[in-house]
């Protein structure tokens, strides 16, 4: 089945430093600031819950957020040098509490707000060649999208990661917290890949990481692990060029998805 338009949703207002972009406002060298919001249905409003992340000269760039069954909200963001660029760095994750007001990491301990590079529950931290660029040419190592989602409440992640050694491409890992770390996993290296990613948890399965290839006729795949180790990928879209992405999870335990095919202006619905 295909569509030519996705739903749209309202968006949250942008404040005097925003999670993207800083405003005309706010002078471009101090950066932007990671805001959580909520949404009041009574009221039909934003308000501003905390500040969650800021560093002087960093921007922060959010990529997902979800809540578990007790309402815990789990976030996942990357820094970059300010004002903004294509390449990010330091992956991060945090959890709130609505209840309490409290951030976590991903071992549980209450953390301090706004956290900074330095204080961040890092995910894929800074590896050899990887520096702090503004520039939008930029070829070192960087992080480019990343995906959440939970196993119970423990996070689990997928993103995209140009390392030193993978000749200029962006390959796909997977990413849990373990012993006080986190263990990250490579999930595809076989090429360069597009900035859209997805992640879910399947029952059975257990995680399913759907990434985009840049050629090929088939380009959308979802990979699974197997009990020793290693992911097998499948197409998702056998004979359709999609080249983006987007996957939740529904209440019947199926993988919904959203596929454009941008050079044909075509949306493609599927269910896994």
Known sequence: MRASASPTRSSPPRPTATCTWPPASVPAWTGAGGKLYRWDNANSRWSVVATFASALYRSVYPDDLTVDASGRVHLLYEWAKAPATAFRHQLSYLSYDPSTGAFADS???????????????????????????ADNAYTGTAVQSAKLTLDGSTPKIAYRYRSADSGGHFRVYYAYPSGGGWVRKTVYAGGQTAAALGITWDGTDGKRVYYV???????????TQSPDG??????????????????RRNSDGQDVLYLPDTARNTLYYGLR
């Open 107 to 133: 071992t549980d301990t209450t953390v301090t707000t706004p956290v900074t590079p330095a204080t961040s529950d890092v995910v894929q931290d800074l590896t050899a060649g990887e520096e702090w660029s």
């Open 213 to 223: 290839t840049t050629s090929g006729t088939d380009r959308v795949f979802a990979a």
């Open 230 to 247: 290693a992911w097998t990928a499948q197409s998702v879209t056998p004979g359709v060029s999609a080249d983006r992405l987007a996957v």
